[in-house]
């Protein structure tokens, strides 16, 4: 049997400023078990940040759509981490060549950034990336294993701080746009059944770990995934954060367990 189920829940909070950040999620093939996960915030307090981040969620979009399409066309599509990996690839490629050429056509050449994070699931394998700031998480067995390492230093200073990327200015980040190429944070691995993927657009102070963990502890003991009430992604970021509605965005995806999918009606004679 497959990891075939695949629970995707999604969070902003309402006070989310709706001009510096955005997010997207697609299944791109329309597969059971797949998953693309793509959000983006402003990178400075400019307009040129402001078109920034939303060049870089559609043309990170694009790059999946792309990367799927030559794979399919090449007869490439495999398992395993190659197509994970080369979907998220081929987006940020894709999302950084986009804003950086747009951005030296106005003359405004390094002053367009965007941060960006991505997350791809498919056949039993999630791989994610990140340029700036952001925080993946995987729940495993009853362990939080973080696919990201925090800022040193900065990390219990600012991971609860309402959403603004000026409270980052402490640490030289990497954004999308700035160079002609650019250097992506990546991480993949095998899933298993019951695991649980949380996304949040901001990093986590040890603290708010410790809060994720429990509150992941709860929502199993209550049933999650088989038994999901209310809005599970909102839930989670209320018991984790002092000030979830500033929030730009958040993800938590629940793989599996092992079924059985059917993927074709076979008619009958009676």
Do not use: W
Request: one cysteine or more; proline letters at 4%; glycine letters at 8%.
């Amino acid at each position: 049997m497959a990891l075939t189920r695949l629970d995707c829940h999604l969070y902003r909070g309402e006070k989310a400023a709706h001009d510096v950040s955005s997010f997207v999620a697609l299944n791109p093939e329309m597969m059971p078990s797949r998953l693309v996960f793509a959000g983006s915030s402003a990178a400075r307090d400019s307009l040129g940040s402001q078109v920034a981040y939303r060049l870089a969620i559609d043309y990170f979009v694009k790059g999946v759509e792309d990367s799927y399409a030559g794979q399919t066309a090449k007869s490439q599509l495999s398992k395993g981490e190659e197509v994970v990996v080369k979907v998220l690839e081929d987006a940020f490629r894709s999302a950084n060549s986009s804003v950086y050429s747009f951005g030296h056509k106005l003359s405004a050449g390094g002053r367009m950034a965007a941060s960006l994070l991505g997350v791809a699931i498919q056949d039993g394998r999630i791989a994610t990336g990140r340029v700036g700031f952001g925080s993946v998480y995987l729940f495993r067995k009853n362990q939080l294993y973080p696919f990201f390492e925090a800022p040193e230093g900065e990390v219990d200073k600012v991971g609860d701080a309402p959403e603004f990327p000026d409270v980052f200015a402490t640490r030289k980040y990497s954004f999308v746009g700035t160079n002609s190429l650019v250097d992506v944070e990546m991480a993949s691995v095998e899933l298993h059944g019951d695991d649980i993927i949380c996304a949040f657009s901001r990093p986590l102070t040890t603290l708010n770990e410790t809060l994720l963990f429990e509150s992941l502890e709860s929502l199993i003991a209550d049933g999650f995934p088989l038994v999901a009430q209310g809005d599970v992604a909102a839930r989670l970021c209320h018991d984790v954060f002092t000030e979830p509605e500033t929030l730009s965005y958040a993800l938590v995806a629940s793989v599996g367990p092992e079924v059985i999918y059917c993927s074709r009606t076979v008619a009958s004679d009676r």
